[in-house]
């Protein structure tokens, strides 16, 4: 069966230009022309000719793609794997995943709340940051964000070159520009090498799909991949589509016609081998039968499953790859797992889906028992943690939120992703013992400690209930200490105790009583482990116990560490290496620092100081340097100042170190551009609650001064009347009115548009509102704005109480 990743890729990759061609916006060789000095960094991608040109030094993205999380080792307890039948030091998983286009890959995260936040690191070995089109570039690198959340849970990560068939734009002279020599030097893999050891990652994942070459093309690869292997510590994985001969003919095994891409007479040509879609029994037996004549490993092949179409409904021969009671019989490769994000309708149909396709059915590892032939991939290989050193910490952050807390408390407002900000998760997702009725561990985006989510346990408690967490390799010194950060919803015991288990009885918990809380807030218990120095902590969770109808309790932190939590010094001043104006009252910033003089950074927190002493989080990175997407003006302020703070690797903060911002002209004068203007909506719960009320300027005019609906959808659309820029929108909501706080609006967006033929964009999004009057900062021109309401109230109440709609600008 000929199943080429580049016919998979469809639209996706191939078409998102015109084949052949290089964009119009782009620079010789696909790569974007330069920026401003202020602008977005992307993610960096090449032809092989233009690769030639690259130098970090004068790349002025370069260093916003690197990245500072080294490759942690893993450990894997048989006597702890979650599931009977699954195996550890067998086969692997490799990962080939599409984070984004090509082109436009934000360095350092964005401000979507939307995006593949993976959290199944445990069970796999390799994540190839897939990607590559004939329009754009062909050899592609990954994200620093990516690269980052790899390496913190023991991943390594490839880059692409990808070489497509003619009918997707694939030219041979690329091939041969590939392999170009001078000399004794291939010039493309010492780029190829340098931009591994520059960025951070590990090495390539090599996919030849262009017809026409032949004998002596395929040479030159295998050439090239043993000379950029003997330059540094590079890998390699061989996609099985080009041939000895040349010629572009999946084998869907490794057999005489590939094998001298895996290994030839002279050594290790790459370091594995991703098999295409069509393997079965025989051939995966075949394939062992000559890896092993080679000197080389089963389980450096990767048996390739494609579910970019159809994720956990695609059909495989899990017996022939994964044989009952037999050890594997190769590694697998994953084609496209992101297919639980992109087929998902929401971030929880995605984290279910996530879940289904990693751990199965059941949402635990230790059950995959299914009527489904996809059983799990917890149902084969056995999870690694790499949990191995002290200190360990986790706030439960996936990666991406709806706003931003920092120790409790919210410094940012609004949607984000940064997988580089991402924390260890759960070894097992999830695994709980109960002698009454399960609780339900899950990962809350509606309240966090630090970042945008925390740890929620929620269900009728009527026994006891021990939630394995983490498996770790954790020494226990005569200062180690266990933190535990948690909040209920008021003051009383919390019914929770910190459960531990040590490497000479692996599957015994100890647990420690982490007693009452005082308030409804954070609380921090700290938990002396001296009386078990000399032991190897070897699992960490939570025991829950206690009658509770409705229990319901956050962990916002999981610490282990010795002594007391140590701060870095502070970082060295930022410099603003650009800036760029969006409008007269918003700036994007490229920043830079020093790392400090003494102390483990686990990352820098960038923050802007308020006129009354509060400071707005700006965004965090494991980097030196940082872009800032939206400084906001605040009034007429002639200047701002921007603070860089360095958190330990135990959350220790240092000082902050500052740099001030100039505005320069006093801005624009704004106004409230709804006020009074023609407004519509999805519906009203009676006439004199129309939504007019929400433009008229007044909220005091008793209850019916406001808009109300009732409808299932529910919007409220404004027409300024023609486009403007627009700087921000205030809501005000029941309480504002006079009304119970607990009738105020708590999830909803803004959406514009500049006519009625174009789609709407989300501007604002505000999730988690507890607050009277909320204000979400925009950058963007339309006529017309629209109020889209998908959680109306604190409580079940289903009706939407808007007192003012205000759209602020010029």
Known sequence: MRRPLTLLLGAALAATTALGAVPATAAPGGRPAPAAAGNQPYASYWYPNTILNWDPATDPDARFNRSRVPLQPRTSDPALKANAGARGGEGKIASLVSFGPTSNNPSQGSQDPGYYAFGYWQYVDKLVFWGGSAGEGLILAPNPTVIDAAHRNGVKVYGTVFFPPAAYGGQLQWVRDFVQRSGTRYPVADKLVQAAQYYGFDGWFVNQETGGGDAALATELRNEMKYARAQGPTDFMWYDAMTESGAVDWQNQLDSANDAFLQDSSGRVSDSMFLNFGWGSGTLDSSRTLARSLGRSEYDLYAGIDTEANGYNTGVDWNALFPAGRPHSASLGLYRPEWTWKSATDRADFYAKDSRYWVGANADPSDTTTSSSWKGLASYVAESSPITAKPFVTSFDTGQGDFYNSAGVRVATGGWNNLSLQDVPPTYRWQVTSTGTKLTPSIDFGDAYE??????????????????????????????????????????????????????????????????????????????????????????????????????????????????????????????????????????LRLAWTAPASGAVHHYEVYRRNADGSRTFLGATPNDSYYVPQLDRAGGESSTTVEVEAVSAEFGRSPAATTTVSWGTTPPAESNLALGRPATASGQCNSAEGPAKAVNGSVGGGNSDKWCTLTTAKWLEVDLGSAHQLSRFTVKHAAAGGESATWNTRDYTVQVRSSTADPWTTAATVTGNTAATTTSPAAVTARYVRLVITKPTQTGDPAARIYEFEAWGS
Not at 532 to 547: D, E, K, L, M, W
Not at 574 to 582: C, I, M
Request: proline share 5%.
């Open 451 to 588: 970042g945008g989510s925390s740890l929620r346990l929620s269900g009728k408690l009527d026994g006891t209930n021990t939630v394995r967490l983490y498996q770790t390799r954790l020494p226990v010194a005569a200062d180690t200490k266990l933190s535990v950060v948690l909040k209920t919803p008021s003051a009383g015991p919390s019914g929770l105790r910190a459960a531990v288990s040590f490497t000479d009885a692996p599957t015994a918990f100890t647990t420690l009583d982490l007693g009452s809380t005082t308030s409804a807030g954070w609380e921090r218990r700290t938990l002396d482990l001296s009386a078990f120095a000399g032991r190897t902590i070897a699992q960490i969770g939570f025991q829950a116990a206690g009658s509770a109808p409705s229990y319901d309790l956050r962990v916002g932190q999981l610490a282990v560490y010795d002594g007391s939590v140590d701060a870095t010094a502070a970082p060295g001043a930022p410099t603003v290496l650009g800036s760029t104006d969006v409008t007269a009252t918003r700036k994007s």
